[in-house]
């Protein structure tokens, strides 16, 4: 063991040796990677911290998954024997309806370990009404503790209070603009089905959503129920999960196990994903090129070592050096170049990363972490070593005699 660090450490020594008689090259291939391995760090960072801030703004403002009742459908019977049943179905309306048995279904779901937060409420349409001003709007009812997991109404409250009660409501900015109220004013909510009560308006939100701020009114469980009549129902179970990658599937499992409609924010933001999905893809696509214009850098300069110290290859071939010692001396080159300019490249990748989020448009914030710089670190002297593969099996290959007649 001691004997193969001793040579492991004297191949260590000539590699670096070679890469000092040429600085010039040295130097320039070391720049080449740093700034490949910064821009891979930085694009990728980049585009996590886009992907991060466009998917928390997304599910800000939602739950990951929702359950619903089964949609209607028609009663149809089968024919009778020896007869062919020709059918023109159409689909039935839809109505508000209550979720059977939805205690039962919240306990079940609250012992869920994939699940982070459940939440029953009941929605359903009204009118928001001030003297002339009407809008169509959407009621929900809800239980704030349970709701405030699912979404932090605290956090998007630009007026007034979070407060929910048989009085008081809260509703969006937009709302409040169009029926021109504000914090203390009065409106009546009419569900058109007879029922109608006035409110007080405890607090304005912003989701930053035009239809969300446009249309939500928030109130207590109670009387949404009495409103919708709906008396002790409720019509979604929203849901939070550990993974929100995982909502598809996890979504799937609860219909299954509930008999319920169970939709994921995957599937009602599909467009979105595949957005996400074509700027993993290109991002991708920049990484492998770079990496690829890395390797050949690195192979390219190595090569033009092997010519121009064929003599030096050669004399070690005399005094004894085997083909796999010259090939180690040349893949330590290919390793140093890989693990230098990605050491710097990363400095440089965190300075145009501190730039951006101190001094960019600020639009989100880029995070950085240290697992990337790790795997990167570790990519790119992989990408060294085996660049220089292909010139170290050359150097290794020469014929000494030959070599060292070499001019």
Do not use: C
């Not at 930085?42 to 585009?47: E, Q, S």
């Not at 019977?77 to 023109?88: E, G, K, M, N, R």
């Amino acid at each position: 063991m001691k004997i193969l660090l001793e040579r492991l450490f004297v191949e260590w020594n000539i590699a670096v040796s070679f890469l000092r008689e040429g600085r010039i090259q040295s130097l320039m291939i070391t720049i080449g990677v740093t700034v490949g391995v910064a821009v891979i760090v930085f694009i990728t960072a980049l585009m996590q911290g886009l992907q991060s801030n466009t998917i928390e703004r997304t599910l800000g403002t939602q739950a990951h998954i929702r359950l619903l009742s089964p949609d209607d459908s028609n009663l149809i019977f089968p024919p009778s024997a020896d007869t062919i049943q020709l059918i023109q179905e159409d689909k039935r309306a839809q109505r508000l309806r209550s979720i059977n048995n939805w205690q039962q279904v919240t306990d079940l779901l609250d012992q869920s370990p994939f699940l982070t937060a459940v939440s029953p409420i009941v929605s359903g349409p009204a009118f928001a009404k001030r003297g002339e001003a009407q809008d169509s709007v959407v009621l929900v009812g809800m239980n704030p503790d349970r709701y405030q997991k699912i979404i932090p109404l605290q956090n998007y409250m630009i007026s007034g209070q979070l407060s929910i009660s048989p009085d008081n409501v809260l509703i969006g900015s937009q709302l409040a603009k169009d029926l021109g109220v504000q914090v203390g004013s009065k409106i009546r909510l009419d569900t058109g089905q007879q029922n109608s009560t006035l409110v007080n308006i405890a607090g304005i939100f912003e989701f930053g959503v035009r239809e969300l701020d446009a249309r939500y009114v928030y109130m207590d469980l109670k009387q949404a129920q009495s409103l919708l009549n709906l008396p002790g129902g409720i019509t979604v179970i929203d849901l939070t999960v550990n993974d929100i990658f995982e909502a598809e599937n996890i979504a799937t499992q609860i219909g299954g196990l509930t008999a319920l409609q169970a939709e994921s924010w995957i599937k009602t933001n599909s467009q979105l994903m595949n957005a996400l999905s074509a700027q993993s893809l290109s991002t991708n696509m920049i990484i492998l090129f770079v990496a690829i214009s890395v390797a050949f850098g690195i192979s390219s300069v190595l090569s033009v070592s092997v010519v121009q110290r064929t003599r030096e290859i050669g004399i070690l071939r005399a005094t004894g050096a085997t083909q796999s010692q010259i090939l180690r001396i040349f893949l330590f080159q290919g390793a140093i170049f890989g693990l230098l300019g990605s050491i710097t490249g990363s400095a440089a990748s965190y300075l145009l990363v501190w730039i951006f989020n101190n001094f960019g448009p600020g639009l989100f914030y880029i995070p950085i972490s240290i697992q990337l710089i790790i795997i990167t670190l570790s990519l790119a002297t992989f990408t060294g070593v085996l660049a220089a593969v292909f010139p170290a099996r050359r150097a290794a290959t020469l014929n000494p005699v030959e070599a060292i007649r070499h001019v």
